[in-house]
């Protein structure tokens, strides 16, 4: 039996995921950022607790969180839970939980319970994107993480894509993020002339409708989710790109976008598969209960 915990900002969801991943227990409670960073780590502790109780056994830990994970040191940098950052979370968590635990970013979490047991389990090397508030990804090949040597492999979300570009919070200019992201859609479509208040959701059911200033957003969009997503293939070549997050609900990604991303890759036809995710918004707890494989024990 395997626990996943997805930290966020404002939950901790928890699941207990069996042998054949299915999710035999759920419990999601508030995250007590206000209460600092302590109360996060016995939030935590709580919830195993609870979980393992019901379960009657205890189980291998998990955890997926945002934010960029030190190779080195094991703390988190650019945690949206500020509290978080720079703090030795994996070695505290481990002295209260008393066993090892695994810790990844999300969106390699999300690549990984995709790569397993969703859209992608058929293929050997899966790319997987998320694209919403921010821009992440993560690559699995045959079933196992790929994290690199500094713990960084799959942020294509920080290529440059335009040089000079918008300022992003990691410090650099025309990031891949500040064009890909919901924010960027809906800066995009402000700079057009477009109507201010609408969230990227809304932009893209206008330009369904035919409004012709959300539908060169939305085209812009597009073009930019293409080149940006052609130098990946390019260097990794994988046999699927899975995307999540809340602008993979975009259908045209999967028609015109794929055709963007055609017209940029190295090669004169585009084999890649380019797939919605499966398993929504579950995909970050499971796969951070995956981060631990069948073979293996806690001890
Ligand atoms: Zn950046």
């Avoid at 227990?25 to 206000?34: G, K, N, V, Y």
């Avoid at 969180?65 to 650019?78: E, H, M, Q």
């Avoid at 990946?232 to 994988?238: A, G, K, R």
Wanted: charged share 20%.
């Amino acid at each position: 039996m395997r626990i996943g915990i997805d930290l966020g900002g404002t939950k901790t969801e928890g699941i207990v995921m069996d042998a054949s991943g299915d999710i035999v227990l759920r419990e999601r409670r508030p995250t007590p950022q206000i209460q600092g960073y302590q109360a996060i780590l016995d939030n935590i502790k709580d919830l195993v607790d609870a979980l393992e109780k019901q379960a009657g056994r205890q189980c291998t830990i998990g955890i997926g969180t945002p934010g960029a994970i030190s190779a080195v040191t094991d703390t988190l940098k650019n945690s949206n839970t500020t509290c978080m950052n720079g703090k030795p979370f994996k070695q505290d968590l481990e002295a209260l939980l008393v066993r090892p635990v695994r810790i990844e970013n999300d969106a390699n979490c999300f690549a990984l319970s995709e790569a397993i047991d969703g859209a992608g389990r058929e293929y050997s090397v899966v790319f997987g994107v998320i694209i919403g508030t921010g821009v992440g990804g993560g690559i699995v090949v045959n079933k196992q993480l790929l994290t690199g040597s500094q713990h960084i492999a799959g942020e294509w979300g920080h290529n440059v894509l335009v040089a000079n570009g918008p300022a992003c919070y990691c410090g650099k200019r025309g990031c891949v993020e500040t064009f890909l992201s919901g924010p960027a859609l809906q800066y995009s479509y402000r700079e057009l002339g477009g109507d201010t208040q609408l969230t990227a959701q809304q932009i893209v059911e206008q330009a369904e409708t035919g409004e012709a200033v959300a539908d060169t957003a939305v085209q812009r969009y597009l073009e930019y989710f293409g080149q940006a997503l052609s130098v990946v293939v390019n260097i990794l070549d994988p046999h699927a790109i899975i995307l999540g997050g809340g602008m993979s609900n975009i259908q045209r990604l999967y028609t015109e976008g794929r055709k963007q991303l055609a017209k940029h890759v190295f090669n004169d036809e585009l084999r890649t598969r380019l797939l919605i995710n499966q398993h929504g918004d579950s995909a970050g707890v499971r796969g951070a209960a995956w981060l631990w494989e069948a073979d293996e024990t806690p001890d």
